[in-house]
Protein backbone atom coordinates (compact mmCIF):
# COMPACT_ATOMS: atom_id res chain seq x y z
CA UNK A 1 0.00 0.00 0.00
CA UNK A 2 2.78 2.19 1.27
CA UNK A 3 4.66 1.77 -2.27
CA UNK A 4 1.67 2.60 -4.08
CA UNK A 5 0.57 5.48 -2.48
CA UNK A 6 4.59 6.63 -2.94
CA UNK A 7 4.04 5.62 -6.53
CA UNK A 8 1.30 7.39 -7.73
CA UNK A 9 2.56 10.55 -5.67
CA UNK A 10 5.82 10.36 -7.41
CA UNK A 11 3.68 10.24 -10.56
CA UNK A 12 1.67 13.13 -9.80
CA UNK A 13 4.55 15.38 -8.67
CA UNK A 14 6.17 14.77 -12.26
CA UNK A 15 2.80 14.46 -13.75
CA UNK A 16 3.43 18.16 -15.59
CA UNK A 17 6.99 17.34 -16.67
CA UNK A 18 5.32 14.02 -18.20
CA UNK A 19 2.14 16.23 -19.69
CA UNK A 20 4.88 18.71 -21.29
CA UNK A 21 7.01 15.44 -22.82
CA UNK A 22 3.36 14.28 -24.49
CA UNK A 23 1.78 17.75 -25.62
CA UNK A 24 3.77 18.17 -28.98
CA UNK A 25 2.27 14.51 -29.81
CA UNK A 26 -1.37 16.01 -28.83
CA UNK A 27 -1.17 19.00 -30.81
CA UNK A 28 -0.45 16.93 -33.92
CA UNK A 29 -3.54 18.57 -36.42
CA UNK A 30 -4.35 15.00 -37.75
CA UNK A 31 -4.79 13.92 -34.36
CA UNK A 32 -7.12 16.52 -33.32
CA UNK A 33 -9.23 15.89 -36.40
CA UNK A 34 -9.31 12.24 -35.63
CA UNK A 35 -10.50 13.15 -32.23
CA UNK A 36 -13.32 15.73 -33.81
CA UNK A 37 -14.59 12.84 -35.87
CA UNK A 38 -14.66 10.71 -33.63
CA UNK A 39 -18.43 10.11 -31.30
CA UNK A 40 -17.90 10.47 -27.95
CA UNK A 41 -18.26 7.16 -25.86
CA UNK A 42 -21.35 6.76 -23.31
CA UNK A 43 -20.04 7.32 -19.77
CA UNK A 44 -20.01 3.62 -19.66
CA UNK A 45 -17.26 3.35 -21.64
CA UNK A 46 -14.96 5.78 -20.01
CA UNK A 47 -12.71 3.54 -18.42
CA UNK A 48 -11.15 1.99 -21.52
CA UNK A 49 -10.44 5.64 -22.96
CA UNK A 50 -8.99 6.79 -19.56
CA UNK A 51 -6.88 3.41 -19.60
CA UNK A 52 -5.62 4.35 -23.41
CA UNK A 53 -4.22 7.82 -21.59
CA UNK A 54 -2.60 5.98 -19.16
CA UNK A 55 1.32 4.96 -20.02
CA UNK A 56 1.93 1.62 -21.35
CA UNK A 57 4.58 0.63 -18.90
CA UNK A 58 4.05 2.68 -15.33
CA UNK A 59 7.47 1.23 -14.47
CA UNK A 60 9.12 3.32 -17.10
CA UNK A 61 7.80 6.10 -16.04
CA UNK A 62 8.89 5.48 -12.56
CA UNK A 63 12.04 4.76 -14.24
CA UNK A 64 11.86 8.58 -15.61
CA UNK A 65 11.08 10.16 -12.02
CA UNK A 66 13.54 8.48 -10.30
CA UNK A 67 16.44 9.21 -13.30
CA UNK A 68 15.02 13.05 -13.45
CA UNK A 69 14.94 13.36 -9.40
CA UNK A 70 17.91 11.41 -8.43
CA UNK A 71 20.47 13.65 -8.41
CA UNK A 72 18.43 16.18 -6.55
CA UNK A 73 18.51 13.86 -4.03
CA UNK A 74 21.82 12.16 -4.25
CA UNK A 75 23.88 14.73 -2.00
CA UNK A 76 27.10 12.99 -2.41
CA UNK A 77 26.93 12.28 -5.82
CA UNK A 78 27.71 8.84 -5.79
CA UNK A 79 25.16 7.09 -7.52
CA UNK A 80 23.40 6.16 -4.67
CA UNK A 81 20.73 7.02 -1.89
CA UNK A 82 22.31 6.34 2.07
CA UNK A 83 19.17 6.42 4.51
CA UNK A 84 19.43 10.27 5.27
CA UNK A 85 19.35 11.51 1.21
CA UNK A 86 16.60 8.30 0.74
CA UNK A 87 14.70 9.84 4.04
CA UNK A 88 14.65 13.28 2.69
CA UNK A 89 12.85 12.43 -0.71
CA UNK A 90 10.51 9.98 0.31
CA UNK A 91 9.42 12.57 3.25
CA UNK A 92 9.11 15.63 0.66
CA UNK A 93 6.72 12.45 -1.28
CA UNK A 94 4.73 12.03 1.98
CA UNK A 95 4.75 15.72 2.43
CA UNK A 96 2.86 16.19 -0.62
CA UNK A 97 0.84 13.34 -0.35
CA UNK A 98 -0.27 14.50 3.06
CA UNK A 99 -1.48 18.16 1.23
CA UNK A 100 -3.23 16.68 -1.52
CA UNK A 101 -4.97 14.66 0.37
CA UNK A 102 -5.32 16.63 3.37
CA UNK A 103 -4.30 14.07 5.84
CA UNK A 104 -1.68 14.82 8.39
CA UNK A 105 0.64 12.54 10.74
CA UNK A 106 3.44 13.86 13.42
CA UNK A 107 6.75 13.91 12.41
CA UNK A 108 8.13 10.88 14.33
CA UNK A 109 5.91 8.77 12.37
CA UNK A 110 6.52 10.21 8.75
CA UNK A 111 10.25 9.64 9.99
CA UNK A 112 9.42 5.99 11.15
CA UNK A 113 7.48 5.14 7.86
CA UNK A 114 10.34 6.87 5.57
CA UNK A 115 12.88 4.36 7.55
CA UNK A 116 10.61 1.84 7.46
CA UNK A 117 10.37 2.39 3.24
CA UNK A 118 14.60 2.24 3.14
CA UNK A 119 14.98 -0.86 4.96
CA UNK A 120 12.10 -2.40 1.63
CA UNK A 121 13.60 -0.66 -0.75
CA UNK A 122 17.24 -1.61 -0.04
CA UNK A 123 16.84 -5.15 -1.19
CA UNK A 124 20.61 -5.69 -1.16
CA UNK A 125 20.48 -4.67 2.38
CA UNK A 126 24.03 -2.96 1.43
CA UNK A 127 23.33 -0.11 3.17
CA UNK A 128 22.17 2.32 0.39
CA UNK A 129 19.67 2.43 -2.61
CA UNK A 130 20.77 2.77 -5.82
CA UNK A 131 18.49 3.99 -8.88
CA UNK A 132 17.29 0.31 -9.69
CA UNK A 133 16.28 -0.40 -6.37
CA UNK A 134 14.28 3.03 -5.86
CA UNK A 135 12.12 2.18 -9.71
CA UNK A 136 11.72 -1.73 -8.44
CA UNK A 137 10.38 -0.62 -4.85
CA UNK A 138 8.63 2.53 -6.37
CA UNK A 139 7.00 0.12 -9.20
CA UNK A 140 6.26 -2.65 -6.43
CA UNK A 141 8.41 -5.27 -6.79
CA UNK A 142 10.07 -5.26 -3.05
CA UNK A 143 9.21 -6.13 0.43
Known amino acids: MIRTLLCSTALMIAAPAIAQTAAPAQQDPSAAA ?11 QAAPADA ?11 AAIVDSEFPAYDANKDGQLDQAEFGK ?41 SKTELVTYLSGGAG
Open 34 to 44: AQSATPAAPAD
Open 52 to 62: QAAPANPANSV
Open 89 to 129: WMVALKDQEMKATGKTLPPAEVTAWANGAFTSADADKSTAV
